[in-house]
């Protein structure tokens, strides 16, 4: 099915208006709203975008391990996934006839060191090169994330990955050779991408590998693990990491690379179900706990108060040297943001249970009735203000620090090409962080999750977020642009006005 917008501007305008979108509102914002150095890209990661996880000398990752023994819906896996490790100059090719002007994706530590350390696979660094080399001769901007979820097996099982502090060497050593090997050419880095969810989704619930959780609190079926404290080790082990990766950075690439390096985090806005003031301090509650877990280590050397009040003893302490190390081990911060939801105090209610969620001692509520935006048949809310908010509660906790929407993507339906609510979706999300920019946040790039439909990490292959259509039946694995392709294409070329020009496949827009 191919999906064209007529040459005619009364048509444009009729097309976008069948898209819930005014005249008024396809006008009022275009590219050259933004900042000039201000970026618009999209992205994958290594293990959802690559395949091939046994080819060329690739050890296996935990996320393998995971998806081999049939944890993932419909028993899928990622070995093939989207097939990006053979199929990325064409890739590279849509993303340059889409107008992408930067790509975020991730570098599988099992590729590139298969050991977890020592010898460096040449087929793993001739792989990222050529990528890398294709992405710079059309002009469009690397951003690479070290560690996005997969992790060496080896390492895991040599000492238990990130509960032991000896990955922090190994951490060391393998961003030493992505920045020797890449820095040349990549001028932004992001060590590792959301530890926040990493830590609990694998340490707290038992949902991820390595699939650590204890009873009574997860009563899944982990084979080990103490959900009462390994939450708060791993990321401890994590900062860490990141600080240490930081630091070897700026003490010795830095200074001729002159890329940035920071840290991604997940985040939501939460909203208090009522204006009761536990109600609104359990929304406070939850920035500390989620959020503020990992940036305020970045930015005061230390967690939240009300993480040592809550958490006690299980909540490791930095030494005074760790602390240092910590505090500013950033340049910038990236963010993923799909959604805000409704937060409910919880503090009074009995458990005698202590873990990460009962010291957060609030409830999380995706929905009350449809009020907040327009709610997804996933029941995650489309909430653009909410972003808006994040931003400015960002800016005036921790200093206004640069930020990298990194994450920002709709979870649609397999084989729709027609994806108009995605279009809505974006479109609101880009608005509300131009209001942020105009409200003085420092915002510097603005990422699509995702590029093209790849392997999620909870549903595998039955959900969509690509702006590109794969056909995942077919073993050719085959690319077909949705219609959000051609509107971000549209988006990216829009110069102060509209008129329609067709490149190479896809409809773009430019000034007149």
Same mark, same amino acid.
């Given at each position: ?6 040459? %005619?501007l009364?048509?444009? *305008?009729?097309?976008?208006? %069948? ?10 914002y ?8 201000f ?7 290594a ?12 050890s ?5 391990? &995971? ?11 990622g ?5 990006g ?6 890739d590279? !090719?849509?993303? %340059? ?11 599988s530590?099992?590729? *590139? ?17 050529? *990528? ?8 469009i901007q690397p ?24 990955i ?25 991408n ?10 707290? &619930?038992?949902l ?12 899944f079926?982990?084979s ?7 939450p708060?080790?791993?990321?401890h082990?994590?900062?860490?990491a ?9 003490? !010795?690439?830095?200074?001729?690379q002159?890329g ?7 985040? &939501?806005w ?48 930095f030494?005074?040297?760790g ?11 990236? *963010? ?13 209610s009995?458990?005698g ?24 048949p ?39 090409l ?14 509300s ?17 995702s ?20 056909d &995942? ?30 490149r ?7 000034n007149?």
């Amino acid at each position: 099915m191919r999906l064209l917008l007529s040459s %005619s501007l009364p048509l444009l *305008l009729l097309a976008l208006a %069948s898209l819930g979108l005014t005249q008024e509102a396809a006008i009022k914002y275009s590219r050259d709203d933004f900042p000039s150095d201000f970026v618009f890209g999209a992205g994958t990661s290594a293990y959802q975008y690559e395949g091939a996880v046994a080819e060329d000398g690739r050890s296996p990752s935990t996320w393998d391990t &995971f998806t081999h023994a049939g944890n993932m819906p419909n028993k899928s896996t990622g070995d093939v996934a989207s097939d990006g490790y053979h199929k990325y100059k064409e890739d590279v !090719k849509l993303m %340059s006839e889409l107008g992408l002007e930067a790509y975020r994706f991730s570098i599988s530590w099992s590729r *590139l060191l298969p050991n977890g350390r020592g010898a460096v696979n040449p087929k793993g660094l001739e792989y990222y090169n050529g *990528l890398i080399n294709e992405l710079i001769e059309r002009g469009i901007q690397p951003h690479i994330t070290l560690h996005h979820v997969e992790l060496p097996q080896v390492l895991e099982d040599e000492y238990g990955g990130w509960l032991s502090p000896k990955i922090i060497e190994d951490m060391k050593e393998y961003a030493d050779v992505c920045f020797r090997e890449f820095g040349d050419r990549v001028s932004h880095w992001t060590t590792i991408n959301e530890p926040n969810i990493l830590t609990l989704l694998s340490y707290e &619930f038992g949902l991820t590998p390595p699939r650590r959780c204890s009873f009574p609190f997860r009563p899944f079926n982990c084979s080990a693990g103490n959900s009462s404290v390994e939450p708060y080790i791993a990321m401890h082990n994590v900062l860490l990491a990141h600080a240490a990766v930081v630091r070897l950075y700026r003490t !010795k690439y830095q200074a001729f690379q002159k890329g940035w390096i920071g840290l991604n985090v997940y985040t &939501f806005w939460p909203i208090p179900i009522s204006n009761s003031s536990a109600n609104v301090e359990a929304a406070k509650r939850a920035t500390d706990f989620i959020m503020g877990w990992v940036i305020n280590p970045l930015v005061f050397g230390d967690y939240p108060e009300i993480m040592r009040e809550k958490a006690g003893q299980r909540l490791p302490s930095f030494t005074k040297g760790g602390s240092e190390e910590v505090k500013g081990s950033f340049d910038f911060i990236g *963010l993923n943001y799909y959604t805000s939801a409704y937060v409910k105090d919880s503090s009074n209610s009995p458990s005698g249970l202590h873990d990460f969620t009962a010291d957060m001692s609030l409830v999380i509520i995706v929905s009350k009735n449809g009020t907040i935006g327009q709610i997804l048949p996933t029941g995650i809310n489309i909430y653009p203000p909410g972003l808006r908010n994040l931003l400015r509660y960002l800016k005036q906790e921790y200093g206004n620090p640069p930020i990298y929407i990194y994450e920002n993507g709709y979870e649609g339906v397999k084989h729709i090409l027609n994806d108009t609510d995605r279009i809505d979706y974006l479109d609101r999300y880009i608005r509300s962080t131009l209001d942020a920019i105009r409200d003085g946040s420092n915002v510097r790039g603005y990422f699509v999750w995702s590029f093209l439909d790849v392997f999620e990490l909870a549903t595998g292959y039955e959900s969509s977020y690509g702006l590109y259509y794969v056909d &995942f039946s077919n073993v050719e694995r085959k690319r077909q642009p949705k219609l959000s392709a051609r509107w971000y294409s549209n988006f990216l070329a829009n110069k102060n006005g509209i008129r329609l020009k067709q490149r190479s496949g896809i409809q773009r827009v430019y000034n007149q």
